[in-house]
């Protein structure tokens, strides 16, 4: 749900302005949440992240005020995060219980994504002054304040299909579709300023490949082997493409060719191109049917941002909070 980034959003976005936290002496309470406290230490630790990243990113001129200005809005946070596990915690051993396996699946998932190693991971987070055990702290809380959450906040909108149709006959502009085309592409480059011999080498590099497609060899393989453009270890799938997003003479090709079709050589001042249709898709409406998910998605995330909203505030009016930063 977007709303449940929207804490650390604010706090990575807020003015790119800071230097770095600067030591206190001795540790205090900063701030009372009901029975429990955040000390300063506390909000030095996890602030010290996003302290070095706006350091590293500062231009301004008032660097002490935005820190300590970005540093209240993150104890804000830390205060409603306190709160909410506060209000797990009276909700039961369900909502309390996020077991480690739990919390390595998201970080062995995140690392999948970004093709990172644990090790390199560690060693990441170390030279951004963080840790692991400081992350798998931040997603245990994030997974518990979803399960609480979606009971209290999301579990509670309705969206009807009134509400869908009328999104969509307000927003038709949106969901007018783009004619596209799906290529595969070989890409032979030539460097600019190149001689003219240096350029017919090329184009006969790139005429015999063609070639040797006309003969069955399968493209992918060609392209995986040959292509420098994008996707070549896809076997040169760079996916649908709209008009107006490739250079003139490949978009003539490809908007012209059938699906299942491979064009012949095509020269462009970046050097010469072979391409394959693989699908196309017309322009027009999408009809409503294709989109329900999609408008049902954004009208959710509308209401679940003012609902959640709603009832943060009404958490902090019946808590006792005091602040002393």
């Known amino acids: 749900m977007k709303f449940l980034k929207r804490g650390l959003a604010a706090i990575l976005l807020i003015g790119l302005a800071c230097g770095a936290v600067a030591a206190e002496v001795t540790d205090r309470i900063i701030a009372v949440v009901n ?12 602030f010290e992240p996003y302290a070095q990243n706006i350091e590293a990113n500062y231009k301004g001129n008032d660097k002490e005020a935005t820190l300590q200005q970005n540093k209240k809005v993150f104890l804000q946070r830390l205060i409603d995060q306190l709160l909410i596990e506060q209000q797990a915690k009276k909700a ?14 998201v970080v062995r998932d995140m690392l999948a994504k970004n093709n990172l190693s644990m090790e390199n991971y560690v060693k990441k987070l170390a030279a951004e002054g963080n840790s692991l055990e400081a992350v798998k702290k931040e997603i245990r809380g994030q997974m518990l304040r979803m399960r609480l959450l979606r009971r209290e906040v999301q579990s509670k909108i309705v969206i009807t299909d009134e509400e869908i149709g009328d999104f ?15 290529i595969k592409q070989i890409l032979l480059p030539v460097a600019a300023g190149a001689d003219n011999k240096t350029r017919e080498s090329v184009k006969a590099q790139a005429r015999q490949l063609r070639e040797n497609i006309s003969k069955g060899e399968p493209f992918e393989i060609l392209a995986a082997q040959y292509s420098k453009g994008p996707a070549a270890a896809q076997g040169g ?3 649908f493409v709209e008009r107006g997003v490739m250079v003139p003479e490949v978009e003539k090709a490809a908007f012209s060719l059938p699906a299942g079709q491979v064009s012949e050589v095509i020269e462009t001042e ?6 394959a249709v693989v699908d196309k898709r017309g322009a027009g409406l999408k009809p409503l049917p294709m989109v329900r998910n999609e408008i049902k998605a954004k ?3 509308e209401k679940v941002a003012k609902k959640y909203d709603e009832w943060m505030e009404d958490l902090r009016k019946k808590s006792f909070i005091d602040v002393r930063l």
Do not use: C, P, W
């Not at 039961?92 to 699946?105: K, L, Q």
């Not at 970046?270 to 391409?275: C, K, S, T």
């Open 299 to 301: 009208i959710e995330d």
């Open 92 to 105: 039961g051993a369900g909502f309390t219980a996020v077991s480690d396996e739990e919390v390595m699946n």
């Open 270 to 275: 970046m050097g010469f191109h072979i391409i």
């Open 168 to 182: 969509y006959d307000k927003h038709r502009q949106d969901y007018e579709g783009a004619e596209a085309v799906r």
């Open 35 to 46: 029975d429990e406290v955040i000390t300063l230490a506390e909000l030095n630790r996890g």
């Open 237 to 239: 799938d760079i996916g």
